[in-house]
């Protein structure tokens, strides 16, 4: 693919490229364009030009394209998931679901986005008429992480192309064919709508952030290259909508169902190779049952099957890079001369000559302070902590510079409530992991980020609000000037 997609049409680029691999065989599977400044002042001119009457289109007209995209999305479901499995690692399955998803968000932001533009408000004076009005900021950029392209993807641009912004698309280097494969639906959109360039973050990335002509930028990312967008964008007083990392804790209680509390733990914490930013990575267990507890998700752990995500039988892929392999095994080394014990896994799996393969690791007796705990881990690690009790547990939860989610397995209704509301996280979820809701808000707190996507709030964090305000009848103010004839009046 070595093109980038800019004005409705595919640009092909002769430089320099960027290798695309497949964890799983460590093969190229295909190359894309290294795009430059160059490449991002096209697609930015592209999208602004289209914007002045993109802007413009009736709602309902929107809405037909989005439903459009999400139809297209429903017909290459099959042919997408099997190339974001090839270039991602995730199991085929996932990969599938993945692609409905995004046909979802796009079907529930065509109809909300022509659902309101605003509201009425009660005026001050009579013979007033205030009311409110949602317009879109212009152009926006979308960066978009590996390991849910198109999810990711889906969750900004539904929704800032209902609110009548043009979006220039720039895909992670390690996972960009599938949104290329992209370029035949936003077809169907008028010219400039959506452009979709490729390159590395540092160079057309950054230069799509500090582009004089782009009015907002929405980043799926690691809390460093938040920083660092959120800096350049307020060095230009430009609005930034950032979701950044995660580590959120799983609470286990002494009144919950081992067996399924267990599985949930498993599927948490190893979901995507535990490279998912709302995946469950500290997990806090009640001592009555911590051992059978521990017991239990080793036993699942063990009979997991890692392999090729095209196989139907498997369970874990590869993690994205042998950068991130090597990582993640340096936690684990780490947590274990810290005195920690691994009980399964804890090493790259020797049964794969090719592929970035690590065995799903449970491993107890970590404390708080290892990196392993502190930091977001992006790989299949399962660290149990023991505590007393539902305050351990939650104060426990609770120490950590993220909040993006949190999880809590009991029957007791004091305990969960109490747990939600005192850990703060983004989204709280009570005997049912990582279930997102298109019309429930998906978001952070600390330095997870500030921003909200899906639901009502999705759709705001890409229109700003303009107030207009209405004197139907055209008359002298007494208050105005001289003030010596309204002083009379008030005295």
Request: net charge negative.
């Amino acid at each position: 693919m070595h093109h980038q997609w800019i004005g409705g049409r595919r640009l092909a680029v002769k430089r320099a490229a960027l290798p695309v691999i497949n964890p799983a065989t460590e093969a190229v599977l295909d190359e894309v364009p290294r795009g430059t400044a160059q490449d991002a002042d096209r697609a930015v001119s592209a999208a602004r030009d289209a914007f002045t009457t993109w802007r413009w289109i009736p709602g309902l007209e929107k809405a037909t394209l989005l439903h459009g995209i999400a139809s297209g999305l429903r017909e290459r479901q099959m042919t997408l998931a099997t190339l974001m499995t090839r270039e991602g690692g995730k199991p085929f399955c996932e990969n599938r679901d993945e692609v409905e998803w995004c046909a979802a968000c796009f079907d529930y932001y065509a109809e909300i986005g022509r659902n309101a533009r605003g509201s009425s408000l009660p005026p001050v004076f009579e013979h007033q008429v205030n009311f409110t009005i949602k317009e879109p900021y212009g152009v926006v950029v979308a960066i978009v992480p590996w390991n849910y392209p198109l999810l990711l993807m889906a969750w900004k641009l539904a929704p800032a192309l209902a609110a009548g912004n043009t979006v220039v698309l720039k895909p992670s280097e390690e996972t960009p064919l599938a949104t290329l494969a992209l370029a035949d639906l936003f077809a169907a959109l008028p010219a400039g709508v959506v452009n979709i360039v490729t390159g590395l973050g540092e160079e057309i990335g950054e230069a799509l952030v500090v582009h004089s002509d782009t009015d907002l930028v929405a980043l799926t990312g690691s809390v460093e290259t938040g920083k660092r967008v959120g800096q350049l964008c307020a060095a230009q007083v430009k609005k930034s909508h950032l979701e950044l990392g995660g580590n959120d804790p799983f609470i286990v209680c002494s009144d919950a169902d081992i067996e399924v509390a267990g599985r949930a733990a498993v599927w948490a914490a190893y979901l995507n190779t535990g490279q998912v930013c709302t995946g469950a990575k500290r997990f806090y267990v009640f001592d009555e049952i911590a051992d059978q507890f521990t017991a239990r998700v080793v036993r699942l752990s063990k009979s997991l099957r890692l392999g090729n995500g095209l196989d139907p039988t498997t369970d874990i892929g590869p993690l994205i890079t042998q950068r991130q392999l090597d990582d993640v095994h340096e936690r684990v080394e780490e947590a274990v001369r810290g005195g920690a014990r691994v009980l399964c896994g804890g090493r790259r799996a020797r049964k794969f000559k090719k592929g970035f393969f690590y065995e799903p690791t449970v491993i107890e007796g970590v404390r708080q302070d290892m990196r392993l705990v502190r930091t977001e881990t992006f790989g299949p690690i399962l660290p149990i902590m023991r505590v007393s009790g539902i305050d351990e547990a939650i104060e426990k939860a609770n120490d950590s510079q993220y909040g993006l989610g949190a999880n809590i397995y009991t029957r007791n209704l004091e305990w969960s409530m109490k747990a939600m509301e005192k850990i703060t996280a983004g989204t709280f979820w009570i005997n049912d992991p990582l279930t997102d809701n298109d019309a429930g808000p998906f978001g952070g707190m600390r330095q997870t980020g500030h921003s909200r996507e899906l639901g009502e709030e999705g759709l705001d964090a890409f229109r700003e609000t303009k107030h207009v305000h209405l004197d139907y009848v055209q008359e002298a103010k007494s208050y105005w000037f001289p003030y010596a004839k309204y002083n009379k009046l008030m005295s």
